[in-house]
Every structure is written in C-alpha cells, then in structure tokens.
C-alpha cells in the first residue's frame, strides 16, 4: 500500500459542484500539505496542516477549504467548482526537519 | 521572498551521456533544505535527492548527484549516464527550516528532460 493515498485518482465535475478529495497517510507525520499543479507553473501550495489543530492558508487558498479530521487524514474541498480548477492536485506529507516529503499519486480534476 | 528558478524549460539528451539540470534559489534563511522530484508523464511524483544548507558533502544517490554551490545558491540535479526512463519532467524544490513557511516545499516550474536514442 502506498504511503499517502489520495482519492479519487480522477474525477469530472460539473460547474458549481462542490467536490472533495481525500488523502490519508501511513508515515504517521504531523505535516500535511495540498498542492496543486498546472503546466507551466510547477506546484502551488493550497493549504497545509502542522497537526489537527493547526491549518493554514497557502499561496492560493480561495476557493478551497480543508478539514483535518485525524493525524492521517486531511481532505480538500471545492465548494462551487469553476473551471480553472482544473488541474492536478497533489496531498504531501512531512515531518519536522525531515529530509523527504512523500507525495500521494495525484487526482486530476476536470471542471466542465 | 523565496523563489526557486529553473530556467531550462527544456533539455535533451543522448542516452548514455551525463546532464545536468539547473537550479537556482532565492531565500534569507540560513537553514534549508533542497529537493530534486522527477514526474513521468503518469503523473506521481518521486523523490530523487536531497542537499541540507549545511552539508558539506554533495548528495548522492545512484546516478543522481546533486551539485551544491551555496554561495552562488544554486542546486544543479547532474544525472549519468543518461537512460530513457529518465525523460520526464524535473523540479527543484526548497523546504526553509524556520520561520512560518518552515517545512512548506517551494517548488521551481521544471525542466522537461528528453533523453535520445
């Protein structure tokens, strides 16, 4: 089994559809981070989480939300899909200090 | 700000030779660490190597070595003895160590490698 498994993998949704991915990990780290990738631009930081009391806004937050409902769990929302949130999006994890991240498989979104 | 600059959008190579990949970074911490990911065109994202700002040894890891010249801030991935699985995309990435972003990874836009036959 993967370290950090993100799901869906893939998914297609409609304009003003609110939509959520999931990602629960194994390494039992504190640290949990959602990025997203569009070509061109590397990966973006969304939101991260240092413990399930602790969450904070990344370089581009709007239009997402997120809920830490365990140490291994951390789930990214998009509460009215629009278009240009079309794209790969990645769940992390780390430790303090460590010297890997280890990233989940993706899940490519595509907002019709 | 940190920024990490990869400004290569694109590189080929023949299989068999050595590349190198360039990095550069941007950042007032003393304490940091850097980061080489390779993303085949399935889309996940692997770890290949790591350079902590107070190593005095470039890291390696097979035949990927990662050349630190902290003076000049950069992080260039040298890969040898160039295989067809290596074509992929490529990013650099630094984690500051400190500060509120500490443990966040900041990513470059990447470098697509092309390895010939």
């Known amino acids: 089994d993967a370290d950090v498994t993100q799901t869906p993998r893939n998914r297609i949704t409609k304009t003003g559809k609110r939509i959520m991915l999931e990602c629960s990990q194994t390494?039992?780290?504190?640290?949990m981070y959602w990025y997203r990738q569009d070509p061109g631009l590397g990966l973006r930081l969304i939101y991260y989480?240092?413990?399930?009391?602790?969450?904070n806004k990344g370089e581009i937050s709007d239009g997402y939300s997120v809920s830490r409902q365990a140490q291994a769990k951390f789930s990214l929302s998009l509460e009215s899909a629009i278009p240009n949130q079309t794209a790969l999006y990645f769940c992390?994890?780390?430790?303090?200090?460590?010297?890997?991240?280890?990233f989940g498989q993706g899940t490519r979104l595509t907002v019709v | 700000a940190q920024k990490i600059t990869q400004t290569q959008p694109g590189m080929f190579v023949q299989e068999k030779e050595a590349v190198t990949l360039d990095c550069t970074y941007d950042?007032?911490?003393?304490?940091?660490?850097l980061f080489w990911y390779k993303q085949p065109s399935s889309g996940e994202m692997i770890f290949l190597i790591y350079?902590?700002?107070?190593?005095?040894q470039n890291a390696t890891e097979g035949r990927y070595s990662l050349n630190f010249q902290k003076a000049r801030k950069s992080a260039n991935l040298v890969i040898s003895a160039s295989q067809l699985g290596d074509s992929a995309m490529y990013f650099c990435?630094?984690?500051?160590?400190?500060?509120?972003?500490?443990?966040?990874?900041?990513f470059g836009k990447g470098t697509k490698l092309s390895v010939k036959p």
């Open positions: 992390a994890t780390s430790d303090l200090g460590g010297t890997e991240a280890f």
């Open positions: 390494k039992g780290h504190d640290r």
């Open positions: 989480s240092f413990d399930v009391k602790d969450i």
């Open positions: 950042t007032s911490d003393q304490s940091y660490g």
């Open positions: 350079q902590g700002s107070y190593d005095e």
């Open positions: 990435a630094m984690r500051p160590h400190y500060g509120g972003s500490q443990g966040n990874l900041i």
